[in-house]
């Protein structure tokens, strides 16, 4: 009976004492305020930022390429293995509510003055119950789901940002190429001209001057094309590093296949220049996709439960501990020996810690506000990345424009000046500048377009793209 009203006790006190605020569950407190992306940015419907990658990329070589080293990576496959181990953790965390049982026998020769050696023995089974009166338990477990969710999140991440890098410098390879076709083309024609030049200079047209100026832009174009061919190798090698494999040629698809938006047409109908296509329409809530702002919240919330923890360390700790089994040292030696039974209850309260509780406590709330500084300010880079990511699309598209009507004129030009110089019309000088504007202009574009995709894709992952 005494034992029941004891129990009963310690029940109440611990209902009584809940009132203390350490068992308060986290309520998150991270905003996104309407203006995130900017005064000038006005997004109301969705589209761009819930896509999959797979609906984003629509290459089959890019997705290839891109699944490969989602399963090949070695940063990815260490996140994968946080993610057990938090799980792990946590699933130790939820069995700290069920009590401890060991099995610990004992077995004892003692002699006293050369006399007989008694025997003694227990086998015993050890049972321990640590009574969560205070919450030390619960903010545990609450802190361990927390930062199994942030293992998730920063894993979300990674795979975002993989998604990224592969897929720019799987454009970066097409534009390579692209420019190695350009120069490629462009070494011919010089060389074309360049014979011209010296047959010009044969017959006493021109001075040798000018054969020597067409020659050396000429083998400016082949040290270009060095350089181009060393930048693919270079990429490569990056991507290979990507899919932890030795080095190797990347597959790819040509120039511009990848990035063709289905229900564009025409030549400006490329994805990243598409009006419609840009329309991301994403309200300023939906930031909260991002991995970075989800990892946030999660951090503040590791952190409250963190201060949960540090506040129930000065309320006491209450176990309760038993033990049952045989043994033959209870006063007379019996064979095989008699029952043991033996139950504790023990409470420990802390009175002077040399100040490291309210030390710890300090801390922890210092953490919280912290984390929630912070979290402002990613929102903050969040909305900035977002509206900068936006900006050099709409530069992109309207640059594209301009530059696909250069090289139109510029390729006139060049056609034109040529066969003046051929007539005797023009001077190489003219030719010289018409040929190095249209391969300038040429390249110009290209890389245009580049920087087109490249800007779209930080869109996509600005607004939370890329994690499925």
């Not at 999959?52 to 089959?60: A, I, L, N, V």
């Not at 049952?324 to 409470?347: C, E, I, Q, R």
């Amino acid at each position: 009976m005494k034992r029941i009203s004891y129990f009963i006790s310690i029940t109440v006190l611990s209902l009584a004492l809940t009132s203390c605020g350490c068992f308060d569950k986290f309520e998150s407190r991270g905003f996104i305020p309407a203006d995130a992306y900017g005064n000038d940015v006005n997004l109301t419907e969705t589209s761009l930022a819930q896509m999959s990658w797979r609906e984003f990329f629509t290459d089959p070589l890019l997705q290839q390429l891109i699944d490969s080293v989602l399963a090949r990576n070695t940063d990815i496959n260490s996140m994968r293995i946080a993610v057990e181990k938090s799980e792990a953790s946590l699933k130790a965390a939820k069995l700290a509510y069920l009590p401890s049982l060991y099995f610990s026998p004992q077995g004892t020769l003692s002699s006293f003055d050369y006399g007989p050696v008694s025997k003694t023995y227990n086998l015993p089974l050890q049972l321990s119950l640590d009574i969560d009166a205070f919450g030390s338990i619960t903010n545990q477990k609450r802190k361990s789901q927390a930062v199994l969710m942030q293992a998730k999140i920063s894993e979300e991440s990674l795979r975002a940002n993989l998604v990224s890098t592969v897929a720019q410098q799987y454009f970066m390879l097409q534009l390579l190429d692209r420019q190695l076709q350009i120069l490629t083309a462009t070494d011919s024609l010089w060389n074309a001209s360049l014979e011209t030049e010296k047959i010009l200079w044969e017959n006493g047209k021109i001075y040798s001057t000018a054969v020597n100026q067409m020659e050396s832009s000429y083998l400016n174009v082949k040290t270009q094309i060095v350089d181009t061919r060393r930048n693919i190798r270079s990429v490569e090698n990056a991507i290979c590093r990507l899919l932890a494999q030795t080095p190797q040629r990347i597959n790819r698809s040509a120039w511009g296949s990848s990035l063709h938006h289905p229900e564009a047409k025409g030549d400006t109908g490329q994805r990243m220049f598409d009006t419609q296509f840009l329309l991301t329409g994403v309200p300023a809530m939906l930031l909260k996709n991002r991995p970075d702002i989800r990892l946030a919240d999660y951090a503040m919330e590791e952190a409250f439960y963190n201060t949960q923890m540090a506040r129930s360390a000065f309320f006491p700790s209450i176990t309760l501990s038993g033990t049952a089994g045989w043994t033959n040292s209870a006063g007379v030696v019996v064979n095989p020996g008699k029952m043991l039974l033996n139950a504790v209850a023990s409470l420990t309260q802390p009175i002077f810690a040399r100040g490291r509780l309210k030390a710890n406590l300090k801390i922890a709330k210092l953490s919280e506000e912290d984390l929630q500084r912070k979290y402002v300010q990613t929102v903050i880079d969040a909305g900035n990345q977002v509206n900068e990511a936006l900006a050099d699309c709409q530069a992109a598209r309207e640059k594209h424009g301009y530059y696909h009507r250069q090289v139109e004129v510029l390729h006139e030009a060049y056609k034109g000046t040529h066969e003046l110089m051929d007539n005797g019309k023009a001077n190489y000088l003219e030719v010289l500048t018409a040929q190095e504007s249209l391969l300038n202009s040429q390249l110009s574009e290209a890389a245009n377009m580049y920087n087109g995709a490249k800007a779209v894709i930080a869109l996509y992952i600005a607004l939370g793209g890329g994690t499925k």
